[in-house]
Structures are given as C-alpha cells and as structure tokens.
C-alpha cells in the first residue's frame, strides 16, 4: 500500500497527491495519522472502503507499528507526540533505523559532508565537535562565518578566519573538498559547512547553529529573509525533533515501545560515538519506555541467517545502554548483514512483543507467510492539525537517491517515508532531497 503525503508525486506511477508540501511538518504528520487510521479501520478511503473491506486478510486492528527509516523516524515519533491520544490501543511500537533525531545531526553538524554541488560525500568529522549530549551536542561554533555570495554552504565554519568557503579540487576533479592539504581529516584550521533544511520560503539551519548566528552578531543588523530567525528554527523543530518528541508520544500512548536500529557503519553520520543512536535510545528510556538496539539474534536467525552467524550478530539487552558508545562493533549491526534482514527482524521482534510473544517461530516449523493484497488510500483532510507471520522486507534494493521510510504492524507494513539520506552499499546519495513520497506495505 503507498501513499503520498500532501503536494506529493510519483511520477512512475502518474500518482499525485492534493495539498501543499510543507516538508515533513503538520500536514504530512495529520496524513501520517490518517494513514495509520485507515489501518485500524477506523478510516475509509475515498470511496467510503475500510481497509477490511478490500482484503481477505484477518487485520490485527490492535498491532500497528512504524518503521522509520533515516529521517523517516522523526516522523513517526511526532504523529505518536501529537495524535497519540486517537492511536493509541492501535500504534504499539516504533523502530527508527540509523534516524538524526536531533538538529546538528539532520543538518549534519557535525559531519559527514556533501561535496555540493555533486551528490559525494566526503567521510569527514567536524573537528568541532567536542561532546555528547542528550538533547544538544556540543560544537564550537564561534568561528561561524556568512558569505551570501557562496553558492553552496554561504554558512560555513570559517578555519582561517578570511571570510570565505575554501576549498580545493579532489585529485579526480569529480568534485571539491574542504579538506585543502587532502590528509583525509578535517582540522579546526579547515573550513567545515554548515548545512540546512528546507522550508517553504527559507533555509532552516540547526536549533544551536541558529542560536549562535544570532549571539556571535554574524549577519549583523540584517537578519537575511531566506534564512530562519531562532524563532521560527524553534519552531521548525519542534515538530522535527524525535529526541524531543518522545516524552509526549508516551504520555499519550504509554505501551508504545521502540527499537533503535543502528549498523557499524551508518549511512550518513560519521561520528564514532554515534551520538544520534545514543541520543534516540536516551530518549526512549527518558520515558519510561521499553526500549532496545538491534532485534534480538534468534530474530535474525529467523529471517535466514544461520546459525554459524549468530556470533557475528549483536545481542543486546533490552533497555541497557552499550558499555562504550564508541566502540560500536560491539552492539550495532555488522557492515555485510543487508539493512533490510534487520529490519524486517526488528519489524517481526516488535510486533510479537505487541502480540504477547518472545520469540519468533522455531525454524522447523515456520508461521505461514500471509498473502499480500494492495489496498487503497486514505484521502488526507485539508483540516489544519493540532500543535505471526514475518512481513515483508521494507526496503528498495537499487533504490535511487534517498531512502525508504516506513511503519509495520504484524500483518502490515505502514511505511513512513523519510527525506533521503546516502544508503549505505547502495550509495545512492543526494542528501537530503525533499521527497513527499512514502510507502505503505500490506
């Protein structure tokens, strides 16, 4: 099942959606919501059908789940915030695979870098960066410098202090670098960009990015009309935000459960204390919520790994922090294990827990898969909002850049689609494209 969230397009699928765009905020969480109600049963599409109606599969109305993939977790984790109180005894849990669930981290703050205008990346951490913390990480932002007539990144951290973006050609010519002696580290004496996300009329950069432009004075008297002000980037995030949006998703739905998915390597973020994976699993547990890394390996071993592979596979506790955060070979998931085996296991582990099970089928004798059938989509009002067996695989092999986001539920899989990040292996990477696409797996 897909769906478009409003101003939305698939141009292979002549689809389009009603409404306007707005980039992941209320609109797009209101159609969220409705998708996810539609799934209980409690929406028809725009034909007057429930999605009982158009299939012969038993829907478990009572185990819905979400899966967000890269920035799709965010998403996820604000309907839960802000329409909880109608989703609950439907919604049960959530898994956000490799999400930047804090600002500095979508915008990347802290690293990698995209070499603009080319969609490389370059594996860089900002020099910078100088602490973990649970709802802010700690930068040095002092040397914040604006050069509106760069083309790219006219924000930027200034290294040498002479006002302008340097950077230098890589030693194929694909692309620039602001790694100028090419040693494959960026120092504090290199300039490091600072990237942001889009809005309907401006360019939204990181709360702590945006707080510090305006308290080092870099614009002046000029605040720039196309760059948002402190006030309007609080306000931008506060719907973005999972790590802040977690404590009210709970207090709205107290059974909601998560999963953190996270890979040796991530797709997109280069720190090696990974503190976007600390920082989502910090949250869950701020609220009191059940919370684990990674699905369980008889989970894993379920979706056809072997047993042989059960050392390799990491086995963490429920609701317990890694020993070193750094030291992330101890609890994310091996670099050759494909994203889409540990999701879906992720995806299976949860929804048993939802069904009051431990433990998936013993490998002699499986659950019968259940036979997929498409089903229509719930029309998204233009109200404005408020401040078993193992389902399939949710990810796009080959997929072009950006990732697929989504949801699931045993029986179903909503997907919650996500504004892309470089896929890791399949390197797909124009980050981060505003697709208004998102997928719906039954």
Request: proline share 10%; aromatic share 8%; with cysteine.
């Amino acid at each position: 099942m897909t769906f478009l969230f409003p101003g939305g397009e698939d141009v292979r699928n002549s689809a389009s959606s009603d409404g306007e765009y707005d980039y992941r905020g209320p609109n797009c969480i209101l159609a969220l919501r409705d998708v996810i109600l539609f799934a209980a049963g409690r929406l028809t599409d725009s034909q007057g059908r429930t999605i009982d109606g158009l299939t012969e599969i038993a829907i478990l109305h009572d185990n819905i789940g979400l899966i967000g993939v890269s920035n799709g977790g965010n998403i996820i984790v604000a309907a839960a915030a802000m329409y909880g109180d109608e989703l609950a005894g439907n919604l049960r849990y959530l898994v956000q695979w490799e999400t930047p669930v804090s600002s500095q981290i979508a915008t990347r703050d802290i690293g990698r870098v995209w070499l603009k205008p080319t969609p490389r990346q370059g594996d860089f951490v900002n020099p910078r960066y100088l602490a973990y913390g649970p709802l802010t990480l700690e930068v040095d932002y002092a040397s914040l410098a604006y050069d509106p007539g760069e083309p790219n990144y006219p924000i930027f951290l200034d290294g040498n202090a002479d006002g302008q973006y340097n950077t230098v050609p890589l030693p194929d010519g694909a692309a620039n670098t602001p790694d100028v002696n090419q040693d494959g580290v960026l120092t504090a004496q290199e300039d490091f960009p600072i990237d942001g996300y889009p809005d309907t009329t401006r360019t939204v950069y990181s709360r702590p990015a945006t707080q510090a432009l305006a308290a080092y004075g870099v614009f002046g008297a000029n605040w720039p009309s196309g760059i948002a002000t402190v006030e309007q980037a609080e306000t931008y995030w506060d719907l973005r935000e999972a790590v802040r949006l977690y404590e009210p998703a709970l207090t709205a739905i107290p059974d909601l459960e998560g999963m953190v998915l996270a890979s040796v390597e991530d797709h997109v973020q280069e720190a090696e204390d990974k503190p976007h994976i600390h920082q989502a699993f910090e949250g869950w547990q701020r609220a009191g919520a059940w919370v684990q890394i990674n699905p369980s390996p008889e989970y894993m071993i379920a979706t056809g790994m072997s047993e042989a592979d059960r050392a390799i596979l990491p086995d963490n506790a429920p609701n317990t922090s890694p020993a070193d955060w750094a030291a992330s070979a101890a609890y994310a998931m091996p670099e050759d294990v494909p994203d889409a085996k540990y999701q879906l296991a992720a995806v299976w582990q949860m929804a048993d827990r939802a069904q009051g099970g431990s433990a998936p089928p013993p490998a002699a004798a499986p659950a019968p898969r259940r036979p997929l059938t498409p089903t229509a989509v719930a029309e998204t009002p233009s109200t404005p909002p408020r401040p078993t067996a193992p389902p399939q695989p949710l990810t796009a092999p080959g997929r072009p850049a950006g990732c697929l986001g989504g949801a699931s539920m045993l029986g179903m899989a909503l997907a919650a689609g996500v504004t892309g990040y470089r896929t890791r292996r399949r390197r797909a990477s124009t980050p981060p494209p505003s697709a208004a696409r998102a997928k719906l797996q039954v």
